[in-house]
Nanobody
Framework: VQLQAFGGGLVQAGGSLRLSCAAS????????MGWFRQAPGKEREFVAR????????DYADSVKGRFTISRDNAKNTVYLQMSSLKPEDTAVYYC???????????????WGQGTLVTVSS
């Protein structure tokens, strides 16, 4: 199983980025997908999650209204559209796959390698 996250980069505050996570080696449509992030010196935290058939989505309060999670099961890909970015959004962003519906990272069994997002002020 491989999850490959990409799309990170340097962006100014107020800007937008779209992260993608391509999955292989698993039946993607069976898995709920999540995005997490880890800022320098901080613990990894939940950002967003989406149910396998996109029926449900959930966001951390800190990103609600600014970030949108989506998926394309035909392309085995999950996305995170990030808008109105703030310097405090700077972190390594990870995608992960779970057979459960949870915002806790312990519920996720497959993880991508992470992609760095840097938001300058």
């Amino acid at each position: 199983v491989q999850l490959q996250a990409f799309g990170g980069g340097l962006v100014q505050a107020g800007g937008s980025l779209r992260l993608s996570c391509a999955a292989s080696g698993l039946t993607f449509s069976r898995y709920n997908m999540g995005w997490f992030r880890q800022a320098p010196g901080k613990e990894r935290e939940f950002v967003a999650r989406i149910m396998c058939a996109s029926a449900l989505k959930d966001y951390a309060d800190s990103v609600k209204g600014r970030f949108t999670i989506s998926r394309d099961n035909a392309k085995n890909t999950v996305y995170l559209q990030m808008s109105s970015l703030k310097p405090e959004d700077t972190a390594v962003y990870y995608c992960a796959a779970s057979l459960g519906w949870s915002s806790h990272e312990t519920a996720y069994i497959y993880w991508g390698q992470g992609t760095l997002v840097t938001v300058s002020s």
